[in-house]
């Protein structure tokens, strides 16, 4: 009989914004996570556990936080989200639901995502304030650039919304058939949203309109340079807010301007562009 893959899951317990700026620290080397009261469920491939914790034992003696490790079979990872996945309404004019919701909703403007091995569910902080100010700046027949894509929520946000061309890059081969599923979800052709599979930072294309980078705050440190060659509306998440000296002392050093920002608890969105 086929051994069934499986999953270690980090389960974080205790103060919600000490998880917070733990979560900062791990996140983007997991599949995928949840909340849940207050506890934050993150998954991983199962080589990735003695890093993590040894990333754990760095900083959780700062934070009032406990840890755990469980196991769990790849094909319950579905199920974990049914208890937790509860609409989200952005800027009273998309709402996103779980692919299992079947409800009518009073807005023309509904995105349907399947949770699985990747991020952008819409209740991450982050990706929360990437959607709202995406809404905010977008306009029909724009050209929107996704880096770090995960399961395409903000790519399909820019397709729903108008935009004339959408490219997604993401590195992670398990948010290859996540993303695509999602798009199936929503009725969108396979060739309105291209998506590539390689490393953000050997990208080299940024002619477009509007890029959106929520990503790792060394990753978008490293991306910053590169954008002196665009001058397209720049939208940077994935920061917290303990680190915005650093990312806006980068961002002036190289002669961007910051126009504006927002945060959600201690979650940093910076706008930026060219000057």
């Not at 490393?199 to 060394?218: E, R």
């Amino acid at each position: 009989m086929k051994n069934k893959k499986k999953w270690d899951v980090l389960i974080l317990n205790g103060n919600p914004q000490d998880i917070e700026i733990m979560s900062s620290y791990i996140y983007t080397q997991s599949l995928g996570g949840y909340s849940s009261e207050n506890n934050q469920f993150y998954y991983f491939n199962r080589d990735r556990k003695d890093m993590i914790n040894n990333i754990l034992e760095q900083h959780v003696s700062k934070f009032d936080i406990s840890f755990s490790w469980d196991v769990q079979d790849e094909e319950n990872w579905h199920l974990s989200w049914k208890d937790n996945f509860a609409p989200i309404k952005i800027n009273n004019d998309l709402i996103i639901i779980p692919d299992w919701d079947n409800n009518s909703y009073n807005s023309d403007k509904i995105i349907k995502i399947k949770p699985g091995m990747a991020f952008g569910t819409g209740h991450h902080e982050t990706t929360f304030l990437m959607l709202k100010h995406l809404i905010n700046n977008i306009d029909k027949n724009d050209s929107v650039l996704d880096l770090g894509s995960g399961s395409g929520i903000l790519s399909i946000a820019s397709h729903l919304y108008g935009a004339k061309k959408t490219t997604a890059v993401e590195f992670d081969l398990d948010c290859k058939d996540n993303f695509i599923e999602n798009m199936g979800i929503n009725n969108i052709k396979m060739n309105s949203i291209k998506l590539r599979i390689e490393d953000v930072l050997c990208f080299d294309n940024f002619n477009y309109d509007i890029i959106l980078a929520n990503i790792n705050k060394n990753i978008i440190k490293q991306l910053i340079p590169k954008f002196k060659a665009t001058h397209a509306m720049i939208l940077l998440s994935g920061i917290l807010e303990e680190d915005r000296e650093d990312i806006t002392s980068l961002i002036e050093f190289n002669g961007i301007r910051l126009l504006y920002e927002d945060k959600y608890n201690e979650w940093l969105l910076m706008v930026i562009q060219n000057a």
